[in-house]
């Protein structure tokens, strides 16, 4: 079979899973988390394998567990989390009273220097550019809660994706061997490698990133709630899921923070105060939670990963956005593997003379 026919049945077998994804995304939701969980503990049940515990039991009893911690943590902060929401929510009138109170003399102001007609083009032009993003946000979130948190999948979340973690993880290695033995012969090596490569990347990053993200809610959540911020453990857990997402996830954390600061305090300095934590939080995250815990080698690029998110959440919904790291860190991948291989080329070497041999 030539390089050509190779090169289409691999785009064909790329658009029947990008088709299929599409199609059914509405349903896969549940699987896709049984997926990631299963990727996520397998470590661990490997671990508990090799001390002589069988697969199904160290299955059972890692998941079990972590089952368990997590209903104890949520029943932990359920009630805490309650009050908090409600308090935000008896924060916002005053906060909008507030910024209107702040901003209408500055209005005042600059329609009395500009010209009336130009302030009125200048005030619709501005009303037209916010209103097209808050659509756009809008139809984002829409598209990520219509495709994953329709009450179908929230059902099959609960009962169906604790199963499908169980039989992926107890299973996954056999899984994984027989997919190896589907490889073509003349091309398992470098897929296998190709395959290392991305489980490096993405258990690196994801397993990594989580890491920061508890850890800087953890920092959030308890300085804020120290300083005297209300809501400041809700914010906390919000700014520590968010970060998974570079620079947009802080950027709107660190706004939320200070709407609630200028909301609630009348002294300055308080709100000095929050805005100090959340910019050494991003000091933290960026130069010694981020290198230490996920690190360069990894090879994701910030900017690559917010287009990935968004891509997956504005094509496939939810169940996208849980994809978006995975397809990510295959790409990446991919894309540098065909980057040493064309710096190897004739293409770019000019001549059969300066060929080299492909590795």
Request: net charge neutral.
């Amino acid at each position: 079979m030539t390089p050509g026919w190779r090169f289409l049945i691999w785009l064909g077998g790329l658009f029947a899973t990008g088709l299929f994804l599409h199609l059914l995304g509405g349903i896969l939701f549940p699987f896709v988390v049984g997926m990631v969980i299963a990727y996520f503990f397998d470590p661990i049940v490997d671990r508990l394998e090799l001390t002589g515990v069988s697969r199904t039991l160290a299955t059972f009893c890692t998941l079990t567990g972590c089952f368990f911690l997590f209903l104890s943590i949520l029943f932990l902060l359920i009630p805490i989390l309650h009050e908090q929401i409600l308090t935000l929510i008896r924060l916002l009138p005053i906060f909008f009273d507030s910024l209107r109170t702040w901003i209408d003399p500055i209005l005042v102001s600059i329609e009395s220097d500009i010209e009336s007609n130009i302030f009125v083009k200048l005030k619709k032009a501005t009303t037209a550019q916010v209103g097209m993003a808050v659509h756009w946000v809008s139809t984002f979130l829409t598209s990520i809660l219509s495709g994953g948190l329709a009450i179908f999948n929230m059902l099959s979340l609960v009962f169906i994706t604790p199963l499908v973690a169980f039989y992926l993880l107890r299973d996954w290695d056999k899984l994984v061997a027989e997919v190896n033995s589907w490889l073509p012969l003349d091309s398992a090596e470098t897929i296998r490698a190709q395959a290392q490569q991305v489980d490096k990347t993405m258990a690196g990053f994801v397993r990594g990133q989580a890491t920061v993200c508890v850890l800087l809610a953890v920092f959030y959540g308890a300085l804020l709630t120290i300083v005297g911020l209300k809501a400041g453990i809700l914010l906390g857990v919000f700014a520590g899921i968010l970060a998974f997402i570079p620079f947009i996830g802080w950027t709107v954390a660190f706004v939320i923070a200070m709407a609630m600061s200028f909301a609630q305090f009348d002294s300055f300095v308080s709100t000095a105060f929050v805005s100090v934590i959340m910019i050494v939080g991003a000091i933290t995250e960026s130069y010694f939670l981020t290198p230490w815990l996920v690190g360069g080698r990894v090879g994701l690029s910030p900017i690559w990963i917010i287009f990935a998110m968004l891509s997956g959440g504005a094509l496939f919904g939810f169940t996208g956005v849980l994809l978006s790291i995975p397809v990510a860190s295959v790409v990446g991948v991919l894309l540098r593997f065909w980057l040493k291989r064309y710096l190897q080329s004739t293409l770019f070497q000019g001549g059969s003379d300066n060929h080299k041999e492909l590795k």
